[in-house]
Structure formats: structure tokens, C-alpha cells
């Protein structure tokens, strides 16, 4: 049920080998918190812009109330350094998140295949 309090996330996929990473994060903000929603993605590109090993890092957004979040990093340790950074803070900011999402945040691991831009440093 929507207005049901929740975990901030849910966390699916494996981290497999090595190499290339990513996360996509699914976000539904509820009706009538999409200005927070777009001021908490604002909070956490401010934390990302001094991350080194985060590379392109991308917030958008799907329709009125569907958010999402693309980052890629060089590595799995540089991935977990994001986490354990200040964007995955506010992700673990269970009251935040029950506040202004219709259900918990879906991050997706990925492994990045193939890409045409810089992944970290």
C-alpha cells in the first residue's frame, strides 16, 4: 500500500566480476512531492560532484511523479564508496524517503557493457 511507511530502497542485482558499474534507481515520488523530490536529487548530485570514482551521473525524469537516477563507476569499490557517500545517506533516510516516495526506491546493480564516455577517474 502507498501510504504505508517503507524501507528508502530495495537493492536487486549481483556485483559480479570486476569492471565497469552502474546504478539505475527507480523513483515515484507521491503526489504533490515532486518539487522534493527534484530538490533531493539536487541534494544528491551536490554529493556526487565530490566523489571521484562516480562518473556520469545523470537524474531524470519520466513523467510527473517517475524519477530516476543513472551513475556508472570504474569499479565495484569505487561503486560501494558512492553508497557509503552522502547521496546513499540520504537514501537511508528512511523518514525522507516514506515522506516523499509512493514505495521504496528501486536501485538496480548493472554491469556496463559497453560505453562512449569517461567512468570515473
Same mark, same amino acid.
Given at each position: 500500500?502507498?501510504?504505508?511507511?517503507?524501507?528508502?530502497?530495495?537493492?536487486? =542485482?549481483?556485483?559480479? $566480476?570486476?569492471?565497469?558499474? *552502474?546504478?539505475?534507481?527507480?523513483?515515484? #515520488?507521491?503526489? +504533490?512531492?515532486?518539487?522534493?523530490?527534484?530538490?533531493?536529487?539536487?541534494?544528491?548530485?551536490?554529493?556526487?560532484?565530490?566523489?571521484?570514482?562516480?562518473?556520469?551521473?545523470?537524474?531524470?525524469?519520466?513523467?510527473?511523479?517517475?524519477? =530516476?537516477?543513472?551513475? $556508472?563507476?570504474?569499479?565495484? *569499490?569505487?561503486?560501494?564508496?558512492?553508497? #557509503?557517500?552522502? +547521496?546513499?545517506?540520504?537514501?537511508?533516510?528512511?523518514?525522507?524517503?516514506?515522506?516523499?516516495?509512493?514505495?521504496?526506491?528501486?536501485?538496480?546493480?548493472?554491469?556496463?557493457?559497453?560505453?562512449?564516455?569517461?567512468?570515473?577517474?
Amino acid at each position: 500500500m502507498a501510504d504505508a511507511p517503507h524501507r528508502g530502497v530495495i537493492l536487486t =542485482g549481483e556485483n559480479g $566480476a570486476d569492471g565497469h558499474k *552502474a546504478f539505475y534507481i527507480h523513483i515515484e #515520488a507521491r503526489p +504533490g512531492k515532486e518539487d522534493a523530490v527534484v530538490d533531493m536529487l539536487r541534494d544528491i548530485y551536490g554529493c556526487v560532484l565530490g566523489e571521484p570514482g562516480t562518473g556520469p551521473w545523470f537524474a531524470v525524469r519520466y513523467s510527473p511523479q517517475v524519477f =530516476g537516477i543513472f551513475e $556508472a563507476f570504474p569499479t565495484i *569499490a569505487a561503486r560501494d564508496a558512492h553508497v #557509503a557517500g552522502g +547521496g546513499g545517506d540520504i537514501f537511508r533516510d528512511n523518514a525522507r524517503m516514506n515522506d516523499l516516495l509512493t514505495r521504496p526506491a528501486h536501485v538496480y546493480r548493472l554491469d556496463v557493457l559497453l560505453n562512449k564516455s569517461t567512468i570515473g577517474e
